[in-house]
């Protein structure tokens, strides 16, 4: 059983940053990927980022490429997304979520994701 809660959303100007922070509830994360996603309005939850708990790789979607980073502190069981040059599109609900590492989580599918956070929300606006 893994229990998530993300923090540190808000409004943000457009080219301002903003991280987010997810701590992890668990007695182990050794054999999961923890990953980022975010849900606009009318619009599909989609893959932003991820990494495997053991491993220093990690994975971003190409939308926020260059931007967006992942991390994690493994004394805190805690992952971070670090979000610089914010733009408009990427308003949305940000998730954290959590689940056994396997090809799908690694992909980043969403539905190969067990445990999710309950989202904060990102708002880029002016």
């Known amino acids: 059983q893994v229990q998530l809660v993300e923090s540190g959303g808000g409004l943000v100007q457009p080219g301002g940053s903003l991280s987010l922070s997810c701590a992890a509830s668990a007695r182990t994360l050794s054999n999961h990927v923890l990953g980022w996603f975010r849900q606009a309005p009318g619009q599909d939850r989609e893959f932003v980022a991820n990494l495997r708990w053991t491993s220093v790789i990690t994975y971003v979607a190409d939308s926020v490429k260059g931007r967006f980073t992942i991390s994690r502190d493994i004394a805190k069981k805690t992952v971070y997304l670090q979000m610089n040059s914010l733009k408009p599109e990427d308003t949305a609900v940000y998730y954290c979520?959590?689940?056994?590492?396997?090809?799908?989580?690694?992909?980043?599918?969403?539905?190969?994701?067990?445990?999710w956070g309950q989202g904060t929300q990102v708002t880029v606006s002016s």
């Open positions: 979520a959590a689940g056994r590492a396997t090809d799908q989580t690694i992909a980043g599918k969403v539905d190969s994701y067990t445990y």
